[in-house]
């Protein structure tokens, strides 16, 4: 196996399937069938939700919300899709818990450290919401940081793309996919993996990003089994 414990990051608005907003069951499902079948073979896993697909705070900032008030709308909105998988991951018969990163009883647990790395151990899947806890950073900077925190051996970026390009592969045909990529050249490049904050901590503290695409039923346990199916971002 390649990996003993992950962090894997998963979007918003990747939740929201076809429908355009909101939370697709059907993806729902999905997810957590590939997240169970790689507990299954004993990985430790911490799991980091995005919330775009119910707010973005920086986006409600511009249609004038206070910047503070709509991160803090924004990292509810983690805690929700934290909690809509969890529920699928129960209904799957998957043992998790909830932790969030400001208090919210009987929600979910206040996060610690050594709480997730518990449960890690346990066998437990860990879904670590409520971004930082702190307003003026993302949910990658968050991952980031819970993926630094945990001592995890690599963030796993799920995305609806296989890795990255020279450019977005979605709007430029010409684009042409990395195998693997310094951090430096992705900060310099100015490639959209994830913003600059979270890069950087990665880079300086050494955690490995791999970037595939997590849409198709399987590839998470590919990627754990080796299989070269994204691109890697290294010191």
Not at 81 to 99: E, H, I
Not at 155 to 164: A, H, N, Q, S, W
Not at 189 to 201: Q, S
């Amino acid at each position: 196996m390649k990996f003993n414990r992950i962090l894997l990051k998963l979007s918003g608005e990747s939740l929201q399937g076809n429908q355009g907003y909101g939370i697709d069951v059907n993806r729902l499902n999905d997810y957590a069938h590939q997240i169970k079948e790689i507990a299954d073979m004993g990985v430790q896993i911490g799991i980091v939700i995005g919330g775009g697909n119910i707010f973005r705070g920086l986006s409600g900032a511009g249609k004038g919300f206070d910047r503070v008030k709509g991160d803090q709308m924004g990292m509810c909105a983690t805690v929700i899709n934290s909690l809509a998988l969890s529920s699928t991951l129960d209904a799957a018969g998957q043992k998790n818990r909830v932790l969030t990163a400001i208090r919210m009883e009987p929600i979910g647990e206040f996060y610690t450290k050594w709480k997730a790395i518990d449960a890690m151990k346990q066998g437990e899947v860990v879904i670590m919401s409520g971004g930082t806890g702190s307003p003026y950073f993302t949910t990658d900077t968050g991952s980031s940081l819970r993926g630094i925190e945990i001592e995890a051996d690599v963030m796993l970026k799920g995305t609806r793309v296989d890795g990255i390009y020279t450019a977005d592969p979605e709007k430029d045909p010409t684009a042409t996919k990395f195998h693997d990529i310094t951090y430096e050249e992705v900060i310099s490049r100015g490639l959209k993996v994830m913003d600059i904050t979270a890069t950087a901590m990665c880079m300086q503290n050494n955690l490995p990003i791999y970037v595939f695409n997590m849409d198709i039923l399987g590839n998470l346990k590919k990627v754990m089994s080796g299989e070269d199916i994204g691109t890697l971002v290294h010191n």
